[in-house]
């Protein structure tokens, strides 16, 4: 009776660690999907004006495959006197266990709440590394007639449960 408790045991402790690794591995790839990021840094418009402290918010929403941007306060030439939230929504994405590449094209963003189709977004390609430090982000895309560039660094991240 008492080998037969502690082979069992033996066996059952073996099956707990083994299941143990391979939750610990799927949470690994999970968090690499964020529920929510922030990101701070300098936004380019047209190779002639720029703006530091530039927030961005990445979302990844619940039940969706697409992912989301939204730029914080920002205005497209030095001549506008206005900040505007730009929100770029249906962004595909594909993850590894330290990047994430987003990709988009022909989609009309959100200005201020309201569809722009005059800044149809062309070739978003964004990349977020996170083997940097601080966690970066760097993305380029063609908005209307605009060239438009970000490179930001995390400020924060809520990672999927």
Known sequence: MGKKFLKYT????????????????????????VADSVYEGTFYVDKSFSKDSTVIFLEFPDNSDKANISLIAVRLSSSETEFYTIGIEGL???????????TGDNIVPTVSGEAKSD????????TVDSNADPER???????????????????YKKYIE
């Open 119 to 126: 800044l149809t977004i062309k070739n978003f390609q964004a």
């Open 10 to 33: 033996l066996i059952a402790a073996v099956a707990v660690i083994a299941l143990a690794a391979c939750v610990k591995n799927h949470t690994t790839v999970v968090n690499q999907i």
């Open 92 to 102: 595909s994405y594909s993850a590894t266990s330290s990047k994430i590449t987003l």
């Open 137 to 155: 982000i760097v993305f380029t895309m063609t908005m209307g007639t605009h060239e438009v560039s970000y490179t930001g660094a995390l400020i």
